[in-house]
């Protein structure tokens, strides 16, 4: 497990899960409060979990009928509950606040997650519950809806793909079929026009972030298909899909020297000297779509702290004078991969050719 600020871009906070166990299908509006939190495709979380308030369980039910009711509608799919506030998360934000409806989901729980901040008292801590909570703070911060896929991580892996020795009934070792299912399920339910994830790489080699990318473009494809899963709900075709494009090359080159400029020091030194030993081609070299969005990046930072366990509030992650981001590369990047709507490029708008 390495953290945000160790990792070679792309990247981002990781954490590791296996299959819940099932319990009677729920509908998307089950209630989280209670002595056993369940998510929202019917599996079984964490039995005797603590729980967000009342007051924040009662907000995220609210915004999860308002996500599925909004005439545009966003669905950010990632491996992992951290992934969402690292990747993306000011265009979440930006959306939200505009009227969009959104919902993050979370295909694993990060049972298998380190504890990252060196600040943080691991005495007798319960991770797989804490994360709930975690991940709940993030989703108020951002005001976007959530939703458990209801998979366990696979845990991070180095070397070789074909070397990995994955956990039994872990999120990268099942029967991708289940796990797009699960997906096209919440899709059909919140019928997004537009749809973010992983590219084929999964951003950076963990097996969840991979497998990621595999379900989310195989629900992308069989939400609309009335023959695949017909017992999963209504179909619905999304318009656009988009890979996250975060940790590029040329943006922490960017913001890197601007910040040297104005503080003495590269606080993406170390990151760059790892990323100039990498031979994986830099991903904004694929980047089609930019969405302005500094006004964010507040709303990016607090929800990325809500995750206690995962982030160090000291790395480098921090480092840079948010004015100074605001000024070099005030914008979260895409690549469009998929589109059925004519979306003439480059973009400032996930939802280009879709808005009336």
Known sequence: ???VA?????????????RRTPVSQTSSLTDEVGSTAVDRTGEQAIAGAPQPSTDLSDAAAQRRVAAAQAPLRLMAVHAHPDDESSKGAATLAKYADD???????????????DILNPRFDQAGIDIPALRLTEMAAAAEILGVAHEWLGFEDSGYHEGDPATWDLPAG?????????ETEALVRLVRHYRPQVMTTYDENGGYPHPDHIRCHVVSMAAFEAA????AFPDAGEPWQPSKLYYNVGFSKKRMLAINEAVKEATGEGPFDEWLERFAKNDRPDPSARMTTQ???????????????????????????FAVPREVEARVWGTDDY???????EAPLPETDLFAGIRP
């Open 224 to 227: 609309g298909d009335p023959s």
């Open 1 to 3: 497990m390495r953290t």
């Open 170 to 178: 872990c999120f990268g070792a099942l029967d991708p079929a289940v």
């Open 291 to 317: 969405v302005p969005v500094a006004d964010f990046f507040a709303a990016r930072d607090a929800a990325l702290r809500a995750h206690a366990t995962q982030i160090d509030p000291d790395s480098h992650w």
């Open 335 to 341: 690549e469009l991969a998929r589109a059925l709507v």
């Open 6 to 18: 160790e990792q070679v871009p792309p990247a981002g906070p990781a954490v590791r899960h296996s």
């Open 99 to 113: 009227g969009v409806g959104v919902v993050v989901v979370s295909c694993t729980g990060g049972e298998r997650g």
